[in-house]
């Protein structure tokens, strides 16, 4: 069974693919299939890894969110946090492009 913070997380991921170009829609869905698992963990911990050496050239702190969103897939209590933060940018997002707009007018 499916718990509820999965079923949010998935969600919020859907909302997420769909605005993704095709190339990239279609990788996310491959790697978020239950079948993927033996490369999205190994993934995830190695963009986390990468974005703890952002300060290094070519890595960048980027790494860490996509890393955490695929660890957060596979590891319960990863689910929560990651869910929290996404609706949190979206809304700080949000926010910050009505200020601009009504800035500019």
Not at 4 to 16: G, Q, V
Not at 18 to 44: F, N, Q, T, Y
Not at 82 to 90: E, Q
Request: proline share 7%; hydrophobic share 50%; charged share 25%.
């Amino acid at each position: 069974m499916i718990d509820k913070e999965k079923r949010r997380l998935n969600l919020h991921m859907d909302r997420w693919q769909r605005k993704l170009p095709d190339w990239a829609a279609r990788g996310m869905g491959w790697l978020r299939r239950p079948s993927s698992r033996w490369v999205r963990i190994p993934l995830g911990l190695i963009l986390v890894a990468g974005g703890l050496l952002g300060f290094l050239p070519v890595l960048g702190f980027w790494m860490a969110v996509p890393g955490l969103l695929l660890l957060a897939i596979d590891i319960p209590f990863l689910r929560s946090p990651v869910r929290v933060a996404i609706v949190r940018t979206r809304r700080t997002a949000l926010g910050l492009r009505r200020w601009w707009r009504r800035r500019r007018q």
